[in-house]
Nanobody, 123 residues
Framework: VQLQALGGGLVQAGGSLRLSCAAS????????MAWFRQAPGKEREFVAA???????YYADSVKGRFTISRDNAKNTMYLQMNSLKPEDTAVYYC??????????????????WGQGTQVTVSS
């Protein structure tokens, strides 16, 4: 499957962005879809995951500010990001796979990745 992340951009602190991830194949084939991000000089880190269509999981750093969702009918996943902070600045990647629950926050558990979209939050 090919994944394309869209919707990044430059926003002021406190603002909002909505990322989307369009898949070339049926997203219903993948138990889990997730967002990771990578800031300059840092490791790629887990942001949020959605298991099946209803079970959501978030990194502590984004909990309460970001919302992940997916629309299998459109083969698309979303990440609504509110109350953005400068530390949210990173390239955001979408991914899909069938990791076991205990591994879904690990980058190595996923085999398919999009090309990433840059999110820059100015202070």
């Amino acid at each position: 499957v090919q994944l394309q992340a869209l919707g990044g951009g430059l926003v002021q602190a406190g603002g909002s962005l909505r990322l989307s991830c369009a898949a070339s194949a049926r997203t219903s084939n993948y138990r889990t879809m997730a967002w990771f991000r990578q800031a300059p000089g840092k490791e790629r880190e887990f942001v949020a995951a959605i298991r099946y269509s209803t079970n959501t999981y978030y990194a502590d750093s984004v909990k309460g500010r970001f919302t992940i969702s997916r629309d299998n009918a459109k083969n698309t996943m979303y990440l609504q990001m509110n109350s953005l902070k400068p530390e949210d600045t990173a390239v955001y990647y979408c991914t899909a796979g069938n990791p076991i629950l205990s591994q879904q926050t690990e980058r190595s558990a996923y085999g398919y990745w999009g090309q990433g979209t840059q999110v820059t939050v100015s202070s």
